[in-house]
């Protein structure tokens, strides 16, 4: 008797998703946004397998259920990056900002070319501490556009796919937050937009839910 192939059913009924939405962060960071929690996991899980599979690519995962604060968020992101420990805080020489701009480089391997975040439950953090959220999206986002316009080090693309639920979208529709805006610290103009010239992150809105249709 032959086997049969079962094709699994999932939440999402467009095939072949990923590559499309892949694509589109050749040009910009994506807040990936549904009210289903199934349909956010399925998403995630997916394209992080996709793009891992890119090559020269590397994918750093970040589970957003267990980030409420810089801690906790920095403990991960020691953890998909190699580099050393850093201080928590964001700024500085041994900050989040100077482990992303890091890159590991293997004897006899090429160095990755692009390194995507995917984080998981973004609004979690984004409920337990709005201005941290902001602060850290803004830093992936200006460390990305500072690689791509104002590093004379080899190329490193950066991006960023944020995934959340109701929060999430309110906040992507703010035009202080960090999805539309750099940081402002009060002391002029954003850093961000200082290093790099450009006038604010390139961060696309994306509705899961068009891929269960």
């Known amino acids: 008797m032959s086997a049969l192939t079962r094709h699994p059913v999932t939440p999402l009924g467009v095939a072949n998703w990923q590559a499309d939405v892949a694509q589109l962060l050749d040009e910009h960071h994506l807040a990936a946004i549904s009210p289903s929690g199934v349909r956010r996991m399925h998403f995630a899980v997916s394209l992080g397998q996709f793009l891992q599979g890119l090559r020269d690519a590397e994918v750093c995962t970040l589970y957003g259920r267990f980030i409420t604060d810089l801690d906790s968020f920095c403990y991960q992101l020691e953890r998909a990056i190699a580099g050393p420990a850093i201080e928590r805080r964001v700024d500085g020489p041994r900050g989040v900002t100077a482990l992303l701009r890091s890159r590991e480089v293997y004897r006899g391997r090429p160095a990755s070319k692009f390194r995507f975040y995917v984080w998981h439950d973004a609004d979690v953090l984004l409920l337990h501490d709005r201005p941290l959220f902001g602060r850290l999206v803004d830093a992936i986002a200006g460390v990305a556009a500072e690689a791509e316009y104002a590093s004379d080090d080899l190329l490193m693309i950066h991006r960023l796919v944020s995934v959340g639920g109701e929060e999430l979208d309110v906040y992507s529709r703010?035009?202080?937050?960090?999805?539309?805006?750099?940081?402002?610290?009060?002391?002029g103009e954003p850093f961000w937009k200082v290093v790099t010239g450009i006038d604010a992150p390139k961060v696309m809105t994306y509705r899961i839910d068009q891929l269960a249709k």
């Open 174 to 187: 703010l035009p202080e937050g960090q999805f539309q805006s750099w940081h402002n610290d009060g002391l």
